[in-house]
């Protein structure tokens, strides 16, 4: 069976995703920094769990490390993001460099170490 790893799965849209993907016959690996969000996703058919934050470098390699022998895993979904619904006048540099970090920094790391997996199956 195919698998896809959804990064923010316990969100609304992340959700939907693992929800939709399972119904379309693919194994799901669900990851978010939030694990209470992940509950409900374990109770789906085909699906596994995994709390991460994206935006550690050091984890997030780690992380993909344990899938690298996983030539099932055909793709990824980066859908983690925040907004801290603030206007831009509210923001410190803490809150930007949050920002930055889960919404660029994440998904570039998930996607380097995703690529090299990729090529290592290959």
């Given amino acids: 069976m195919k698998k896809?790893?959804?990064?923010?799965?316990?969100?609304?849209?992340?959700?939907?995703?693992?929800?939709?993907?399972?119904n379309e016959g693919l194994d799901v690996i669900a990851v978010d920094i939030n694990a209470a969000s992940l509950k409900e996703l374990e109770q789906l058919p085909n699906c596994q769990t995994s709390i991460l934050d994206i935006s550690h470098?050091?984890?997030?390699?780690?992380?993909?490390?344990?899938?690298?022998?996983?030539?099932?895993?055909?793709?990824?979904?980066?859908?983690?993001?925040?907004?801290?619904?603030k206007s831009l006048l509210d923001y410190n540099e803490a809150m930007m460099d949050t920002v930055l970090n889960v919404n660029i920094k994440g998904p570039t790391i998930c996607s380097k170490f995703f690529i090299e997996n990729l090529q290592l199956n290959n």
């Fill in 4 to 22: 896809i790893i959804v990064t923010g799965a316990g969100g609304g849209l992340g959700k939907a995703i693992c929800e939709r993907s399972v």
């Fill in 57 to 85: 470098y050091n984890d997030t390699q780690q992380f993909f490390n344990q899938l690298k022998d996983d030539p099932t895993i055909i793709g990824l979904v980066n859908n983690a993001g925040i907004y801290k619904g």
